[in-house]
Structure formats: C-alpha cells, structure tokens
C-alpha cells in the first residue's frame, strides 16, 4: 500500500506570500493518479488540482500543481485570506484498487 | 442544484448498527463511482468504500472489511453504508463523494457529512 507523506505538517505565511506544500509517496504514483484538495473548518475537502497539475473548474490560477514518481507539490502563487486551510493529496490506486490520503499540511496565518 | 446530501448519523453503542444514506441530485447518478470518506474528530480524511456505477465493483478498506457493506440505488439517486460491528475507532464524520472522472478518480463533489459517533 503506498503511503503519502506530507510536507511541512504547519507551514505559517502572511497574505501575499507564496506557498510551497510537497506530498511525497512510498512508491511511484501515476501523475493521473494525484490530486490535491483543501478543507476549511466545518467544511467537507473541495477539490483543487487533479491530473497531479489540473486546476478543478473554478479554481484560481494562483493554484498550481507540479511533480512526477514519488514528489509532488501543490503551489499557491500569492495567498489570499481565504487560502488558509488544510491541504490534502490523494492518490488513486489500481492494485488493489483504492484511495489513500497524506495526513494534510495546516497552512496557518503568520 | 448538483449536491450530496448524507444523512444516519448518531449515537451508537460499540458492537451497534447504523445504515446511512446518500442523496443525490442535480446529475445523473447512475453515470458516477460513489465512495465514502471519512474523518475523524481532528484528524484526516480516510477512505472507506467504493462503488461503481452499476455496482459491478465494490472495495474496501482493510479497517472496514467485513464489517461495512456500500450499497446504491440508482432509481431512487441514493448511495448507502451499512455499518455493523461498530467499534471507538469508527467514530467521524462520513462523506459521501463521486468520482469526477474515471480516468483520473478524483472526488470531485462531496456532501457535508454525517456525524458518527460509537461510545457506551
């Protein structure tokens, strides 16, 4: 089974700053395979990046996803206020087929 | 409006039963894979059922194995969890989620969630 970790577990920026949150897998994940969701308080995860770098409708350009094999890394050009959140990534597996999460990266106010 | 709207959740005792229920609207749900997700209170998201669109394909995972069983209807738009032998460790908030795409499987909608709760 592979295993996301994420990076950093808190990472503490102002608004206007660019954020750097890496997902990094026990094994090789197809970049299909990736995806990247934020989840606010009280909220369910909404979907970001797919495609492990295509943005879901309505997601803003200031979200970018990149990486390939065993790193990938979700970026966010220049925070806004309401980019503070959790952030997920998933992978999909196809043997045995399932779904594993990384255990979030807190993305606080500095 | 496109939405899923989860609902069963409660108090049960360890060793209890509870069935709960997904409804959906807005799409046509017979076309999407429907998973459940969960989360435990402060904790992340873990995956715990897939099914396909015509529920030729059922999976689980390893913590809910034999215990769980996913379920849908397609005419009444309404994906299912039956959740027996429930234990501490099952408490969390349960999604249900479609899969957007079944080349990339992501989720791309979620419901709001389902509060579980297992204690004596």
């Known amino acids: 089974e592979i295993v996301l970790t994420q990076s950093p577990g808190t990472l503490s920026l102002s608004p206007g700053e660019r954020a750097t949150l890496s997902c990094r897998a026990s094994q090789s994940v197809s970049s299909s395979y990736l995806a990247w969701y934020q989840q606010k308080p009280g909220q369910a995860p909404r979907l970001l990046i797919y495609?492990?770098?295509s943005r879901a409708t309505g997601i803003p350009d200031r979200f970018s996803g990149s990486g390939s094999g065993t790193d990938f890394t979700l970026t966010i050009s220049r925070l806004e206020p309401e980019d503070f959140a959790v952030y997920y990534c998933?992978?999909?597996?196809?043997?045995?087929?399932?779904?594993?999460f990384g255990q979030g990266t807190k993305l606080e106010i500095k | 409006e496109v939405q899923l709207v989860e609902s069963g959740g409660g108090l049960v005792k360890p060793g209890g039963s509870l069935r709960l229920s997904c409804a959906a609207s807005g799409f046509t749900f017979s076309s999407y894979s429907m998973n459940w997700v969960r989360q435990a209170p402060g904790k992340g998201l873990e995956w715990v059922s897939s099914?396909?669109?015509?529920?030729?394909?059922?999976y689980y995972a390893d913590s809910v194995k034999g215990r769980f069983t996913i379920s849908r209807d397609n005419a009444k738009n309404s994906l299912y969890l039956q959740m027996n032998s429930l234990r501490a460790e099952d408490t969390a908030v349960y999604y249900c989620a479609r899969v957007g795409n079944s080349y990339y499987w992501y989720f791309d909608l979620w419901g709001r969630g389902t509060l579980v709760t297992v204690s004596s």
């Open positions: 099914i396909s669109s015509s529920s030729s394909y059922i």
């Open positions: 998933q992978q999909y597996g196809s043997s045995p087929k399932s779904y594993t």
């Open positions: 495609g492990a770098s």
